[in-house]
C-alpha cells in the first residue's frame, strides 16, 4: 500500500513538472518543444492506468477508469497534448487526494494502535523494574502511575482507582473502581497512582484483541465496494456514443475528445470507499470496530435484528435482586453469613453471593472448616455458628418448608430466579434469589434500533419460554424464540437472512456460529469472548448494547454519504458532457471543470467523519454527572433496604411491624425525599437549559411529585402508630405505598440516566 501510494504520488508530481517545464517552454516560444513534454509527461500515467485496468479486469472488475485512459489516449492522438497532460494531472490529483482522505479517515483506528502500551513497571517485593509487557505474567503485580495506560488485564489491588476508558468506549466520564474489579490495558489512569495483578498476559489482553480488530478493520477495506462500478458497464458505452455523436455530428474530433475529458470521473469512483473509511473511522471513535467496507455496507441494509438474551440483552451471570428472610431476622446479616462463607467456594453464583455483599459495605469473615455438602451446597463456621448455604433442600431437608420459605419459592419462580437458603446453627434464617436482569441501557437500545429504522427485533435464546418472555415482553420485542441450541439459532438466522437483511447480536462462544451465519453478526467483545469476535464482522468493544443502534445509524449515514456523492458527481458530469457536445466546452477547460466536481465529491464523502450536524451546546459536566450517578447507586441501596421492608412485612404485625414502617419512613424521608427535592430545585432547572426540548423534563418533575406524594401518605402512616394500630389492614397498606415509592424511584433514575447520557460534555 506504502510503495502504491509512493508511486502516485511520483506520477503526479512527474505530471505536474511536465506541465510545468511545458508552460515555460511555450511561453517562452517554443510550442513544439511543449507538447513534447506535455506528451512525455502523460504516457507513464497512461501505461500505469493501463496496466491497473488490466489488472482489474483480471480480477473481475471494470471500472470507469478506462474514460480517462480512453480521453489522455484519444488526446494524445489527436495532438492536444496540453489536453492530454490536464487529464493526467486530474487523474493523478485525484489519487493523491484519496489517499489523502483514506489517511485521514484512518487517524482514529491508527491511534488506537499507535497508543498501545511498551512497557510495565513490574513489583518484585519493593522494587519497581521496567519491563517489556510480553514479559508480563499471570499473577504479576503492576504498577499504574497518573496518567498513564494500563498495559494488561488485571483485577485493582489498591483500594481504589479512576480509570478513563474514553479511548476504547468513547465515554467521556471516568471511572472509579474499587479493589478487586477489574481493569482492562488501553485504559487509563485518570487519578492516583494504583496497582493491579495481571490476570492476563499482554497477548490475551483485551486491548491486543482490540489491535487485532483494528488492523483486520484495515486489511479488509480493500474490497471496499466501488459503488461508481456498477454503473461503470452503463456509464462506459454511454460515453463513448455520446463523444462518437459529438465528433459525427460535428465533424470536429477534438469535441468528441471534450466529451471523453468532462466524462472521466476519477476521484468519483472512490468517494464510496472514502465514506466507508470515514464511517469506520467515526464508529471506531464510539468503540465499535467494523470490520472493514462491505460489513459496514451490509450494516446499512439491516432490516432485522435478533439478539442473544443472556450476557446480550440482559448483563449475563447471577446478580443478587433480593433477599428473603425468616421472621424477626436481619436481611443484611443473612446477606453477610452467607457472603462470609462463599468466599471459600469458586462457583460463579458464590462469585456473585461475595460481589453483592461487598457492594453493599459488610464485613466479611473468612470462614473455617469449610467443606462440600453433597454438591448441592457448602458448610463452614462464620464467628463461631455453623452457616449452611444451599438449595431449600439442602437446608429443609424431607420436610416441608416454612411459610415464608414458600413464599420466597413462589417468588423466585415468577421472577425466573435461582433460591439459595442460608442456615446458621441449624436453623433457615433468609433464602437469596439470584436472577439475571436487564442491562440499564437495554431499553434504549432497543427504542433505538426502531428510531433508527430497524423493522423487526427478534430474541433468541436457550433460556425457557418463561424466562425469555418475561424480558421480551419488558423490551417490545416482536418475537421471541426460546429453548434454542446452538444450531437453532444458525437455523433461525437463516430463516431471517432468506426474508431481509438481518443482523445477530451476541456475547458468547456459543453465539459465533449465528454470528458468521448472518449478513452482519455484531459481538459485544468488552469481555473478552474471542470465538464471538472472531465470526463477527462488527465488534463492539464496551460493554454498551446500545452501541448497536449507533453502528446501524453511522453505517447508513456512511452509505447515503456515498450513494450521495457519486449520484451528485455522475450528473454533473452528465451535464458538463452536455455543454462538451455542443462545443461549450474545450477539453482543457471540460478537465478543469470535472476536477472541480471530482473535489467536491470527495469533500463531500469525508462528511461520514463526523457523526452529522447537531446544534452545539454546553454538556453537563462530566464531574457533575459522576457525582449524579454515584448518588443514584447509593440510593439503590436504600431502595434495596425498602424492598426487604416490605418483604419482612409479610409476616410481621404489632411492634415488630410499627419498627419496620418507621424504618422505611426514615428512609424514604432521609434518603428519597431529600434526593428527588434536590434534584427538582437544583439540578433541573440547570438540565433545562441543556436540553433542546424540555419537555421531557415536565414528564420527570410529575415523577418528582408522585412520589412525594407516596411519601406524604407513608408518613401519615407512621405518625404516632402504635403497636395496637399495626393490623393486617395497616401492614397491607404500608406494604403498597412502600413497594409503590420503591418502584417509581428505580423507574425514575433510570431516566434520569438516560437523560444525562444525552447532556454529559466529555
Known amino acids: 500500500m506504502i510503495n502504491e501510494r509512493f508511486a502516485r504520488r511520483t506520477l503526479a508530481v512527474a505530471a505536474l513538472l511536465g506541465l510545468a517545464f511545458g508552460g515555460t517552454a511555450f511561453l517562452a ?11 512525455a509527461a502523460t504516457i507513464p500515467v497512461v501505461i500505469a492506468l493501463a496496466f491497473s485496468i488490466v489488472r482489474d479486469f483480471a480480477a473481475g472488475r471494470m471500472g470507469v477508469d478506462a474514460i480517462a485512459l480512453l480521453a489522455m489516449a484519444a488526446a494524445i492522438l489527436l495532438q492536444q497534448p496540453l489536453a492530454a497532460i490536464v487529464v493526467a494531472i486530474m487523474y493523478t490529483g485525484g489519487t493523491v487526494l484519496e489517499d489523502d482522505a483514506v489517511s485521514r479517515a484512518e487517524r482514529n483506528l491508527k491511534t488506537l494502535v499507535d497508543r498501545a502500551p511498551r512497557l510495565a513497571h513490574r513489583r518484585v517485593d519493593e522494587t519497581i523494574m521496567d519491563v517489556d509487557i510480553g514479559d508480563v505474567k499471570v499473577g504479576d503485580a503492576i504498577l499504574i502511575r497518573a496518567g498513564e495506560i494500563i498495559p494488561v488485564d488485571g483485577l485493582i489491588a489498591s483500594p481504589r482507582a479512576v480509570v478513563d476508558e474514553a479511548a476504547l468506549t468513547g465515554e467521556p466520564i471516568p471511572i472509579a473502581r474499587q479493589a478487586g474489579e477489574s481493569a482492562r490495558s488501553g485504559t487509563l489512569n485518570a487519578g492516583d497512582t494504583f496497582e493491579i495483578t495481571a490476570t492476563a498476559t499482554a497477548d490475551e489482553s483485551t486491548y491486543a484483541g482490540i489491535v487485532r480488530l483494528v ?10 465496494i466501488r459503488l461508481a462500478d456498477r454503473y461503470a458497464l452503463l456509464l462506459l458505452p454511454v460515453t463513448i456514443v455520446i463523444a462518437g455523436l459529438a465528433w459525427a455530428l460535428s465533424g470536429d474530433p477534438v469535441r468528441g475528445l471534450a466529451v471523453l475529458v468532462v466524462a472521466t470521473p476519477c476521484p468519483l469512483i472512490l468517494a464510496a470507499p472514502v465514506a466507508f473509511i470515514a464511517g469506520v473511522s467515526q464508529a471506531a471513535r464510539r468503540g465499535i470496530i467494523i470490520k472493514g467496507g462491505a460489513p459496514l455496507d451490509a450494516l446499512a441494509q439491516t ?8 450476557g446480550t440483552l440482559t448483563v449475563g451471570g447471577a446478580r443478587l435482586i433480593a433477599v428473603e428472610t425468616a421472621p424477626n431476622e436481619d436481611a443484611s446479616e443473612v446477606l453477610r453469613l452467607a457472603g462470609s462463607l462463599e468466599q471459600a467456594s469458586q462457583h460463579v453464583v458464590a462469585a456473585a453471593i461475595v460481589t453483592a455483599a461487598a457492594g453493599k459495605g459488610l464485613s466479611l469473615q473468612m470462614p473455617e472448616q469449610v467443606h462440600e455438602v453433597m454438591g448441592s451446597g457448602l458448610e463452614g463456621v462464620v464467628d463461631g455458628r455453623m452457616v449452611r448455604v444451599g438449595s431449600h433442600q439442602l437446608n429443609f431437608g424431607p420436610r416441608k418448608p416454612d411459610e415464608w420459605a414458600g413464599r420466597a419459592l413462589r417468588r423466585a419462580s415468577w421472577r425466573s430466579a435461582l433460591s439459595v437458603f442460608v442456615s446458621v446453627d441449624g436453623r433457615v434464617v433468609g433464602a437469596l434469589l439470584l436472577a439475571d436482569e436487564l442491562r440499564k441501557e437495554t431499553p434504549r437500545a432497543v427504542q433505538s434500533l426502531r428510531s433508527a429504522g430497524i423493522s423487526r427485533i427478534v430474541m433468541v435464546t436457550g433460556d425457557h419460554a418463561d424466562a425469555a418472555e418475561t424480558i421480551a415482553a419488558a423490551l417490545n ?7 434454542r441450541v446452538p444450531s437453532d439459532k444458525v437455523d433461525a438466522v437463516v430463516m431471517e437472512s432468506r426474508l431481509h437483511p438481518t443482523l ?34 462488527v465488534v463492539i468493544v464496551v460493554d ?46 471540460g478537465a478543469l471543470t470535472q476536477e472541480a466536481i471530482d473535489v467536491a465529491v470527495i469533500l463531500n464523502a469525508l462528511r461520514a467523519l463526523t457523526p452529522g450536524w447537531h446544534r452545539r451546546r454546553e454538556g453537563l459536566p462530566s464531574k457533575m454527572a459522576r457525582a449524579l450517578s454515584e448518588e443514584h447507586r447509593l440510593l439503590e441501596q436504600e431502595l434495596d433496604k425498602l424492598r426487604s421492608i416490605s418483604d419482612a412485612l409479610d409476616d410481621a404485625s404489632g411492634q415488630r411491624a410499627v419498627d419496620l414502617i418507621l424504618s422505611a419512613h426514615a428512609i424514604v424521608e432521609d434518603s428519597v425525599v431529600t434526593h428527588e427535592r434536590e434534584d427538582e430545585t437544583t439540578l433541573y432547572p440547570r438540565l433545562s437549559k441543556l436540553l433542546t426540548n424540555s419537555h421531557g423534563l415536565s414528564a420527570m418533575s410529575r415523577a418528582h411529585r408522585e412520589i412525594l406524594h407516596q411519601a406524604r401518605l407513608l408518613a401519615r402512616l407512621a405518625h404516632g402508630l402504635r403497636a395496637e394500630d399495626a393490623d393486617k389492614y395497616l401492614v397491607r397498606d404500608a406494604q403498597r405505598v412502600i413497594g409503590s415509592i420503591e418502584a417509581l424511584v428505580r423507574i425514575h433514575n433510570a431516566q434520569e440516566e438516560d437523560i444525562y447520557e444525552e447532556t454529559v460534555s466529555g
Open 29 to 39: 516560444g517554443y510550442p513544439a518543444t511543449a507538447g513534447w513534454m506535455w506528451t
Open 215 to 224: 488492523t483486520a478493520a484495515q486489511t479488509a477495506k480493500a474490497p471496499f
Open 303 to 310: 432490516h432485522t435484528v435478533l439478539f442473544d438474551k443472556t
Open 477 to 483: 420485542i416482536d418475537a421471541v424464540l426460546s429453548d
Open 504 to 537: 445477530m447480536v451476541g456475547d458468547g462462544i456459543n453465539d459465533a456460529p449465528a454470528l458468521a451465519a448472518a449478513d452482519v453478526g455484531v459481538a459485544l467483545g468488552a469481555r473478552g469472548a474471542s470465538a464471538s469476535s472472531e465470526a463477527a464482522d
Open 544 to 589: 454498551r448494547l446500545d452501541r448497536v443502534s449507533e453502528a446501524v445509524i453511522i453505517s447508513r449515514r456512511a452509505r447515503r454519504i456515498a450513494i450521495q456523492s457519486i449520484v451528485a458527481g455522475m450528473g454533473l458530469s452528465g451535464v458538463a458532457m452536455a455543454f462538451a457536445a455542443f462545443g461549450w466546452l474545450t477539453p482543457v477547460a
